[in-house]
Structure formats: structure tokens, C-alpha cells
């Protein structure tokens, strides 16, 4: 594990990124928004994902000059088409728009279809808490998981995003609705190590902390149980009617994650009447929170988005964690 | 167990409820609600806890004549005081107004402060499905699940609601943060039977099948381990905050779940150009899933909420089950 300065990170992904095409402002956002990511301590969708992110422009899958669409507009709804477009632009942009609606009628919804993988679910829920908005967003995926009682892939992941802004925060949940993501139990399988609790099942159908058992039979778990499928077939199917794209299951017929939809929801907190009490109810309940008697000693109850702050500062200040090979390939690209 | 007929459960119901003063017409769609809970096969949450509300009512803490308020409306989001009035009455009356505000705005919100318990979430996610909108709705609760790491309660069970309209089904998923409701902890734990996997923890802080264990250790695992408290403690924020009504923290203070905060979306999909496309797509999602490998033989993968008509149709016809002692106390009421 190596560090980078930020602005080399930023630099070396818009060399790349211009290389393919895009334009250089675009370049500049897109490359910020991964390292930032990255910056925030979530290598696993920042610097880690970026050069997946280019071959996926490398086997046109991902339209670097395009830019969405409006489709329809429904007041505080609207319909967008990514045009498969960049994922992080497109959602960056949606965000905005949704942020826009927001502050016009307190609630507003952008409804993404034909946009590619968005990197960091969390990058757009903090984009709306700095806007004073409750951010509440989420996507569609391929068929990673069973449906509850099968064995075959149906649903997805889908990733969920619900960010609340604070002074303390701003409270960030970015949570898939499988337990672990296959990326999480490839580093398992890689390392030897056991999953922390039981992550899917074996071949046999018993629950098992093997990652490499789990990623052998497909069959991971989703939160909850017979819970999180049901949630993830709810959000897919919201995401897919509200956007006019492509279903779960229209994405496992193609076969790749491309043309995923997507849903950006803000709620304007500025309007409100009694935003100054908001605040310290919010500043209460996070008190609260962090005054919880630790299960272990030593380990203190945190807020979820709580570290990322602290992180930020130490990762500009040093230099961003990365992978010496991840950094080589990158540099390769 | 007994099976008593539809019409005899509302009466009964209807005449407990102005003995103790509620108005006829609002008794008679309180009693609706409850007996066709039951009548959906969802009997924790229909007469089974018929007594509890009419205890919650001779105790004070539910007023029968309060008729939730306008506090504030800022377009497609409304602010509602429930005036501590009759919880499901209070949700059906949000339910209502959400999907009118949905019919003006594609989108409506209404965020109800101080009312009581709803008896069952999916209720209101069956109403806005019926008025041709998916429905997104939660409630707060109680603190009763610690934190990720802590061991005193903290957070609620927040129960979420996700509804999707469509002819095969509506799809309902009805789903608390917590694995496993107290009240199914105490069933397993009187029955002497064990949890199907994992639901908490013992007081050593190990996972365990043996509700009785949990019961005691008041430790109920939250969906997806880290991942569900979360969730719980930003629907908990997003609710209170947006209602102006009390943060689970307030609750717990308060120590009586009464007086909690509620949100009820809904979105028109009436309103969308492509409502043909919409349906054949939802069902071809819907199809997909049943068509799953099983992965027990004979266990066939069903929808969230597939079962529900045909239990009502059997139910209506041949009465509603309900255990003998629970049908004695209501008729003693």
C-alpha cells in the first residue's frame, strides 16, 4: 500500500479519461468525484473501480460524450435518459436536477434510465445534504442474488442511499441489500479469512462464513434474509417503472451491468419551518447514539458517515491509500 | 383456534369502540381495518392486538375523537398533527391525502407527528396500490435495538413499507429493521421452539436461536447485521424531521409508544405515459421470480405479498382464525 497526493490521483484519471475522449471538463468532474471517493476512505469504488470504469469505455459500453436527456415531466418528477452515458456524470447531474425540484416544490425526484454504474452510491446523498436536502437514492443491478427460496440469481443488490444533513455529520447510509458484495468475499476468499457471520450458502444449501463456498454457489445472503430480496425486488421495480428503463431481469438478459436505472429523491430541509429545532433534535439522537454502552470494551458506538470527515483530513493531508498494483495499472491505462 | 365470520368480528369491534366514546362512522372503518388484517392472514397485527389498542384508549393515551390536523404545506409534502388520535384512522386519513397530493404532484408526502400505532404498515401500502400508486411509507418506534456495537436500546424497529400496484399482485413488502419482532420472539420462546437462523443475542453477547435468550438480553438482531440499524436510524431522522413530531430518542424518554411520527408517499403511476408497459414489465419480473429454482423440492419461490388475496378469499368464506382466548378477551372488552 502506497499514498498519492489527491491532485496526482486527479490528474493521472483526467489524463486517462481525455485520452478517451472526454471532454475536459467532464474529465476534471469525473476524475474529482472518484478520487474523493477514494479520499473518503471507500477504495473499493473509488481509485479501486476506475479502471474497470475505462475498460467499460473501452468496450463501448459507456458513451463518454454523452449527456442525459429530459424525457418527461411530471412537477416534482422528472424522467431522465442517461443516453449510457458516464455513470457519475449522469447520476452527478441527476442529483442536481433532483435538488433543483427540490428547493421549487420541497420534494423532488429524478428518475434516471440507460445510465451506467454510478461508483460511489454515497457521492450523491452527501451531494443533497450539502444542498440541505435528505438525500434518498438508489439503483438497480444485475441478478446478484436468489430470490428468497430459490437458488437461481433474480434479484439485485441494489444499493440504497438515505443521508440526512447535519452540523455532527451528515448521517450517510449506503447499504446493498446483500450482506456482503461479491467484491467484499472475493477479499475474504483471497485472504483466508472467515466471514465475520454467516455470508450466504454452500453448494449443500447450509449457511456458511466461507467466502470462496459462497462465491462458488452464487448464492449470498441478502440483510435480513427473506427481508432484504423482497426490499431489492420493491426498489427495482420503483426505480425501473418510475425511470422507464430496464428491470433486474431485462438487465440479466443482457447479460452485462449497463443500462442500469436509477432513482435520485431530495427533500428540502430549508423549507421547513423549524429547521434551527431540526437541527438539535438531529445533534440529540447522534448524542444519543454515540453515548450507547459498548458491547466490547474499547470499541465505540459510532453514527453511520460518522468517521468519514476524519478520514477526508487524513487522506488529503497524507496522500490516498492505494493498492501499489492498482496504482500501477492506472498509470498504464 | 376458532373461525369466526368476517361481519361478527367488525361488529364486535364496532361496539367496544363506542363504548368508549369513538363516533360511529369512525368506528366502523377502525373495525374494517383490523378485522381485514385478519382476514389478510397478517393476525399478529389485526385482532390479535385488537385488546392492546382498546387497552392504549382506556388508558388515555389514544384520543377517539381527535381528527388528525394541517399544520403546514409546502406543494406536494404536507404536515400533519394526528392530535394522538386513533392510529390506523390517522393513517388512513395520510394514506388519503398522500395520494391526492400524488394525483396533483405525481408525487405526494405527508408527514404525520403524534399519532399512534398503525396496527399494520402494509395496510396503507395496499390503499395507495389501489389508487394506482406505489406507495413508500414508515413509522417510527420505541427504542428497541442497540446501536451497531452498543448494547442498550437505541434505535426503533421502524417498520418500512414498499407497495407496487399491479394486477397480479399488488407487490407488498412489509418490513421492520429488526430480524424478528418481540412479539414473534415471545411466540418462538413460549413454544420452546428455536429461531430459524440467528435472531440476537444471548447476555454473553453470542448469536442465538433461543428467543428466550434474547428476550432477556433485550439484544434482537437488526436485518443485515450493521447494515439494518442504520437504516433504522436514518427512517427514525427522515420521519421525525419531516413531520416535526418525536425522534425515537423522545419516545424512549418518554417511555410509552405513543405520540410517534409517520410517513406516507405516494406516487402516481397514472400519471406516467406508459402505464401498459409498466404492468407487462412488472409481470414479467413477477413471473421471473416464481419461475426460480426452488431450493427446497416443492417449495415453490413466490412474490412479497402473492399469497395475500387467496388467503383473504379462503378466510372471508370459511370465517377468520383466531386463537379462543384472544376472540373470549375482545368479547369481554
Known amino acids: ?10 490528474h493521472q484519471f483526467e489524463q486517462v479519461l481525455q ?7 467532464d474529465a476534471k468532474l469525473c476524475s474529482h468525484l ?6 473518503e476512505g471507500v477504495y473499493t469504488h473509488g481509485a479501486n473501480r476506475f479502471a474497470f470504469m475505462v475498460r467499460m469505455i473501452d468496450d463501448g459500453l459507456i458513451d463518454v460524450r454523452a449527456k442525459p436527456e429530459l424525457t418527461a415531466s411530471f412537477g416534482a418528477l422528472e424522467r431522465w435518459d442517461g443516453k449510457q452515458g458516464v455513470g457519475n456524470l449522469n447520476a452527478y447531474a441527476s442529483t442536481k436536477r433532483a435538488i433543483e425540484l427540490a428547493k421549487q416544490y420541497t420534494i423532488g425526484c429524478v428518475a434516471l434510465a440507460h445510465t451506467n454504474h454510478w461508483m460511489r452510491p454515497g457521492t450523491y446523498g452527501l451531494m443533497a445534504a450539502e444542498a440541505d436536502c435528505i438525500g434518498m437514492l438508489w439503483t438497480n443491478t444485475l441478478p446478484l442474488m436468489p430470490a428468497w427460496g430459490g437458488v437461481d440469481a433474480k434479484v439485485g443488490n441494489n444499493p440504497l442511499v438515505l443521508c440526512i444533513p447535519c452540523k455532527d455529520g451528515p448521517v450517510l447510509v449506503d447499504a446493498a441489500m446483500s450482506l456482503f458484495s461479491y467484491g467484499k468475499l472475493e477479499t ?25 463456498k459462497i462465491l462458488a454457489s452464487k448464492r449470498p445472503l441478502p440483510i435480513g434474509f427473506w427481508k432484504g430480496t423482497s426490499l431489492a425486488l420493491a426498489l427495482d421495480l420503483i426505480v425501473s417503472v418510475l425511470s422507464g428503463g430496464n428491470t433486474t431481469r431485462q438487465l440479466g438478459l443482457m447479460g452485462k451491468e449497463t443500462s442500469v436505472s436509477q432513482l435520485f429523491m431530495a427533500i428540502s430541509l430549508s423549507s421547513l419551518p423549524d429547521r434551527d429545532r431540526i437541527e438539535a433534535e438531529i445533534h440529540a439522537s ?34 490516498i491509500p492505494i493498492d501499489e498494483r492498482v496504482w500501477q495499472e492506472i498509470l498504464n491505462l
Do not use: C, W
Open 1 to 10: 500500500m502506497m499514498r498519492v497526493p489527491f491532485e496526482t490521483l486527479v
Open 19 to 25: 485520452s478517451r475522449g472526454m471532454h475536459e471538463e
Open 188 to 212: 475474504y476468499a483471497r485472504e483466508g479469512r472467515s466471514l465475520p457471520v454467516p455470508g450466504g450458502y454452500d453448494s449443500e444449501g447450509n449457511l456458511t462464513t466461507d467466502a470462496g
Open 286 to 319: 447522534l448524542e444519543d447514539i454515540q453515548k450507547s454502552e459498548a458491547a466490547d470494551a474499547g470499541v465505540s458506538v459510532r453514527f453511520p458517515g460518522q468517521m468519514r470527515r476524519k478520514i477526508k483530513e487524513e487522506n488529503l493531508r497524507e496522500g
Open 34 to 39: 472518484v478520487a474523493e471517493t477514494s479520499a
